[in-house]
Protein backbone atom coordinates (compact mmCIF):
# COMPACT_ATOMS: atom_id res chain seq x y z
CA UNK A 1 0.00 0.00 0.00
CA UNK A 2 2.81 1.78 1.08
CA UNK A 3 4.75 1.49 -2.33
CA UNK A 4 1.32 2.37 -4.48
CA UNK A 5 1.26 5.86 -2.55
CA UNK A 6 4.70 6.63 -3.22
CA UNK A 7 4.23 6.00 -7.22
CA UNK A 8 1.13 7.57 -7.20
CA UNK A 9 2.68 10.53 -5.51
CA UNK A 10 6.02 10.44 -7.57
CA UNK A 11 3.86 10.69 -11.01
CA UNK A 12 1.53 13.61 -9.78
CA UNK A 13 4.80 15.07 -8.71
CA UNK A 14 6.32 14.44 -12.44
CA UNK A 15 3.27 15.39 -14.62
CA UNK A 16 2.61 19.00 -12.13
CA UNK A 17 6.59 19.48 -13.13
CA UNK A 18 5.83 18.67 -17.39
CA UNK A 19 2.49 20.83 -17.06
CA UNK A 20 4.37 23.88 -16.22
CA UNK A 21 7.41 23.50 -17.99
CA UNK A 22 5.31 23.01 -21.20
CA UNK A 23 2.91 25.78 -20.09
CA UNK A 24 6.56 27.83 -19.72
CA UNK A 25 7.17 26.73 -22.61
CA UNK A 26 4.32 28.13 -24.58
CA UNK A 27 3.97 31.19 -22.94
CA UNK A 28 7.37 32.39 -24.40
CA UNK A 29 6.35 30.60 -27.87
CA UNK A 30 3.17 33.29 -27.38
CA UNK A 31 5.19 35.94 -26.04
CA UNK A 32 8.01 35.48 -29.60
CA UNK A 33 5.42 35.29 -32.05
CA UNK A 34 4.08 38.15 -30.48
CA UNK A 35 7.56 40.32 -30.66
CA UNK A 36 7.86 38.98 -34.45
CA UNK A 37 4.41 39.86 -35.66
CA UNK A 38 5.09 43.56 -34.32
CA UNK A 39 8.81 44.10 -35.89
CA UNK A 40 6.98 42.96 -39.37
CA UNK A 41 4.29 45.75 -38.86
CA UNK A 42 6.12 48.09 -38.58
CA UNK A 43 8.16 47.00 -41.75
CA UNK A 44 10.52 49.07 -41.52
CA UNK A 45 14.48 48.20 -42.82
CA UNK A 46 16.74 51.29 -43.14
CA UNK A 47 15.89 55.23 -43.17
CA UNK A 48 19.11 56.92 -44.93
CA UNK A 49 18.99 60.48 -46.69
CA UNK A 50 15.07 61.20 -48.13
CA UNK A 51 14.17 57.32 -47.99
CA UNK A 52 12.73 54.65 -46.18
CA UNK A 53 13.25 51.26 -47.01
CA UNK A 54 11.20 48.74 -45.95
CA UNK A 55 11.44 44.42 -45.30
CA UNK A 56 9.48 44.47 -48.40
CA UNK A 57 11.90 45.57 -50.66
CA UNK A 58 10.04 48.92 -51.61
CA UNK A 59 11.38 52.54 -51.13
CA UNK A 60 9.87 55.23 -50.24
CA UNK A 61 9.29 59.32 -49.89
CA UNK A 62 8.01 62.12 -48.23
CA UNK A 63 6.81 65.83 -49.47
CA UNK A 64 5.84 67.67 -46.95
CA UNK A 65 2.52 69.85 -47.53
CA UNK A 66 2.55 73.60 -46.10
CA UNK A 67 -0.81 74.78 -45.07
CA UNK A 68 -2.14 78.08 -46.11
CA UNK A 69 -5.57 79.73 -44.35
CA UNK A 70 -8.15 79.78 -46.88
CA UNK A 71 -10.30 82.24 -44.61
CA UNK A 72 -9.55 85.29 -46.61
CA UNK A 73 -9.98 83.43 -50.07
CA UNK A 74 -13.04 84.10 -52.15
CA UNK A 75 -15.76 81.25 -53.24
CA UNK A 76 -14.38 81.73 -56.47
CA UNK A 77 -10.55 81.58 -55.40
CA UNK A 78 -11.39 78.32 -53.13
CA UNK A 79 -12.57 76.50 -56.42
CA UNK A 80 -10.07 77.51 -58.53
CA UNK A 81 -7.33 76.22 -56.08
CA UNK A 82 -9.24 73.27 -56.03
CA UNK A 83 -9.71 72.69 -59.85
CA UNK A 84 -6.32 73.68 -60.40
CA UNK A 85 -4.61 71.11 -58.39
CA UNK A 86 -7.37 68.48 -59.55
CA UNK A 87 -6.50 68.80 -62.66
CA UNK A 88 -2.53 68.48 -61.64
CA UNK A 89 -2.20 65.68 -59.32
CA UNK A 90 -4.75 63.78 -62.37
CA UNK A 91 -1.56 63.99 -64.39
CA UNK A 92 0.64 61.91 -61.94
CA UNK A 93 0.70 58.41 -63.51
CA UNK A 94 2.00 56.62 -60.32
CA UNK A 95 0.46 56.04 -57.10
CA UNK A 96 0.68 58.11 -53.80
CA UNK A 97 -1.33 58.63 -50.57
CA UNK A 98 -2.05 61.41 -48.76
CA UNK A 99 -1.14 61.47 -44.64
CA UNK A 100 -2.73 63.61 -42.14
CA UNK A 101 -1.13 63.23 -38.51
CA UNK A 102 -1.71 65.45 -35.32
CA UNK A 103 1.34 67.12 -33.51
CA UNK A 104 1.79 69.34 -30.38
CA UNK A 105 2.21 73.00 -31.36
CA UNK A 106 5.12 74.46 -30.62
CA UNK A 107 4.50 77.30 -28.61
CA UNK A 108 8.12 77.84 -27.33
CA UNK A 109 8.92 80.90 -29.36
CA UNK A 110 4.98 82.47 -27.64
CA UNK A 111 6.60 81.82 -24.23
CA UNK A 112 9.76 83.35 -24.80
CA UNK A 113 8.52 86.51 -26.00
CA UNK A 114 5.91 86.66 -23.20
CA UNK A 115 8.90 85.61 -20.68
CA UNK A 116 11.21 88.69 -22.20
CA UNK A 117 8.34 91.65 -21.98
CA UNK A 118 7.97 90.67 -18.38
CA UNK A 119 11.04 90.94 -17.61
CA UNK A 120 11.57 94.26 -19.27
CA UNK A 121 7.66 95.54 -18.19
CA UNK A 122 7.80 98.24 -15.60
CA UNK A 123 3.51 98.02 -15.54
CA UNK A 124 2.81 95.71 -12.28
CA UNK A 125 -0.67 95.15 -13.92
CA UNK A 126 0.94 94.57 -17.10
CA UNK A 127 3.11 92.40 -15.29
CA UNK A 128 0.33 89.92 -13.78
CA UNK A 129 -1.75 89.63 -16.93
CA UNK A 130 1.88 88.28 -18.03
CA UNK A 131 2.23 86.15 -15.67
CA UNK A 132 -1.27 84.69 -15.65
CA UNK A 133 -1.27 84.28 -20.13
CA UNK A 134 2.16 82.34 -19.49
CA UNK A 135 0.51 79.91 -16.70
CA UNK A 136 -2.61 79.42 -19.16
CA UNK A 137 -0.20 79.06 -22.10
CA UNK A 138 2.51 76.11 -20.26
CA UNK A 139 -0.55 74.24 -18.85
CA UNK A 140 -1.81 74.19 -22.80
CA UNK A 141 1.75 72.80 -23.68
CA UNK A 142 1.98 70.29 -21.02
CA UNK A 143 -1.74 68.96 -21.73
CA UNK A 144 -1.19 68.17 -25.33
CA UNK A 145 -4.50 69.33 -26.27
CA UNK A 146 -3.14 72.39 -28.40
CA UNK A 147 -2.60 69.90 -31.84
CA UNK A 148 -2.04 71.10 -35.69
CA UNK A 149 -2.74 68.94 -38.79
CA UNK A 150 0.60 67.85 -40.92
CA UNK A 151 0.10 66.74 -44.24
CA UNK A 152 2.19 64.67 -45.94
CA UNK A 153 1.98 62.91 -49.75
CA UNK A 154 3.37 59.34 -50.10
CA UNK A 155 5.32 57.72 -52.63
CA UNK A 156 6.79 54.35 -53.10
CA UNK A 157 8.84 51.74 -55.54
CA UNK A 158 10.57 49.05 -55.92
CA UNK A 159 14.28 49.02 -54.85
CA UNK A 160 16.54 48.98 -57.87
CA UNK A 161 19.16 51.23 -59.73
CA UNK A 162 18.09 54.43 -59.85
CA UNK A 163 14.70 54.43 -58.15
CA UNK A 164 16.05 57.08 -55.95
CA UNK A 165 16.78 59.52 -59.08
CA UNK A 166 13.14 58.75 -60.12
CA UNK A 167 11.37 59.08 -56.74
CA UNK A 168 13.21 62.60 -56.12
CA UNK A 169 11.85 63.37 -59.66
CA UNK A 170 8.51 62.60 -59.09
CA UNK A 171 8.58 64.34 -55.34
CA UNK A 172 9.53 67.74 -57.32
CA UNK A 173 7.21 67.56 -59.51
CA UNK A 174 4.49 67.28 -57.04
CA UNK A 175 5.85 69.83 -55.40
CA UNK A 176 5.88 72.18 -57.96
CA UNK A 177 1.74 71.49 -58.84
CA UNK A 178 1.62 72.56 -55.27
CA UNK A 179 4.00 75.56 -55.74
CA UNK A 180 1.71 76.80 -58.76
CA UNK A 181 -1.22 76.99 -56.27
CA UNK A 182 0.34 78.72 -54.08
CA UNK A 183 1.25 76.13 -51.47
CA UNK A 184 4.77 75.13 -50.31
CA UNK A 185 6.02 72.09 -50.16
CA UNK A 186 9.62 70.41 -48.83
CA UNK A 187 10.79 66.86 -49.05
CA UNK A 188 11.78 65.12 -46.26
CA UNK A 189 14.66 64.24 -45.10
CA UNK A 190 16.61 61.75 -42.79
CA UNK A 191 15.56 63.05 -39.28
CA UNK A 192 12.40 64.49 -40.26
CA UNK A 193 10.99 60.80 -41.92
CA UNK A 194 12.26 59.35 -38.33
CA UNK A 195 10.13 62.03 -36.43
CA UNK A 196 7.21 61.58 -39.09
CA UNK A 197 7.58 57.27 -38.18
CA UNK A 198 7.58 58.40 -34.31
CA UNK A 199 4.60 60.43 -34.72
CA UNK A 200 2.62 57.90 -36.81
CA UNK A 201 3.40 55.01 -34.67
CA UNK A 202 3.66 56.27 -31.15
CA UNK A 203 1.11 59.03 -30.50
CA UNK A 204 2.37 60.52 -27.18
CA UNK A 205 5.92 61.13 -29.11
CA UNK A 206 6.94 64.87 -28.68
CA UNK A 207 7.77 65.37 -32.27
CA UNK A 208 9.91 68.73 -31.16
CA UNK A 209 12.51 66.71 -29.75
CA UNK A 210 15.72 65.50 -31.34
CA UNK A 211 15.86 62.24 -32.10
CA UNK A 212 19.28 61.90 -32.05
CA UNK A 213 19.57 59.48 -34.81
CA UNK A 214 23.37 60.03 -35.40
CA UNK A 215 25.49 57.45 -34.19
CA UNK A 216 27.91 59.03 -32.29
CA UNK A 217 30.94 57.99 -29.60
CA UNK A 218 30.39 59.92 -26.24
CA UNK A 219 33.61 61.68 -25.25
CA UNK A 220 34.25 63.05 -21.45
CA UNK A 221 36.52 65.82 -21.11
CA UNK A 222 37.89 66.74 -17.81
CA UNK A 223 37.85 70.01 -16.83
CA UNK A 224 40.03 71.63 -14.29
CA UNK A 225 38.53 73.39 -10.68
CA UNK A 226 39.89 76.93 -10.57
Same mark, same amino acid.
Given at each position: ????????????????????????????????????????????????????????????????????????????????????????????????????????????????????????? !? &?????? @? /???????? %?? +??? =? $???????????????? !? &?????? @? /???????? %?? +??? =? $?????????????????????????????????????????????
Amino acid at each position: MICVCALLGGGTLIFLKLSAKHKKSKNKDKEELAQITANEFVNVKDIRGNFLYTRDNLALAYLKIYPISTELFSKNEKRLIAKQLTVSLSSAQYPFQLLAVSRPVDISPLLSELSATLTSS !S &DVKQKE @L /LKQEIVEM %GA +FAL =S $GEVVERQFYIKIWDRV !S &DGVERD @L /LQKLKLLG %GY +FSD =S $GIQTEILEQQDIVRLCNLVNNPAYVHLEDSGINAAIPILESVGVA
